[in-house]
């Protein structure tokens, strides 16, 4: 088992930035690909970014490319998403997953999933 605890969502206005983070416990952190998901209001849930166990290897949703970074830090057994140039589009509860390969966008091959946490940007 591995949970996931998210952090660092609030509100912001449009062209600030945040910067999430996820803690992981439990299961060995460092095995896992990593990703953060979004899902707004009314809308399904959308994939946001991954990345590889060792973070060598990362991807994006195009909406989100250049602005947002994924990282991981395995000593800490944290993965962070740095969202800059927000815009009121991002508004969403975003969640981070975990599973036992790299999955890329599937959301459905993540394994575990956080209770998510809300960002809102303001116009």
């Known amino acids: 088992q591995v949970q996931l605890v998210e952090s660092g969502g609030g509100l912001v206005q449009a062209g600030g930035s945040l910067r999430l983070s996820c803690a992981a416990s439990?299961?060995?952190?460092?095995?896992?690909?990593m990703g953060w998901f979004r899902q707004a209001p009314g809308k399904e849930r959308e994939f946001v970014a991954a990345?590889?166990?060792?973070?060598?290897?990362?991807s994006y949703a195009d909406s989100v490319k250049s602005r947002f970074t994924i990282s991981r830090d395995n000593a800490k057994n944290t993965v962070s998403l740095q969202m800059n140039s927000l815009k009121p589009e991002d508004t969403a509860v975003y969640y981070c997953?975990?599973?036992?390969?790299?999955?890329?966008?599937?959301?459905?091959?993540?394994?575990?999933w956080g209770q998510g946490t809300q960002v809102t940007v303001s116009s």
């Open positions: 990345i590889s166990w060792s973070g060598g290897r990362t």
């Open positions: 997953a975990a599973g036992y390969s790299y999955y890329d966008d599937i959301s459905s091959k993540y394994d575990y």
């Open positions: 439990g299961r060995t952190f460092s095995n896992h690909g």
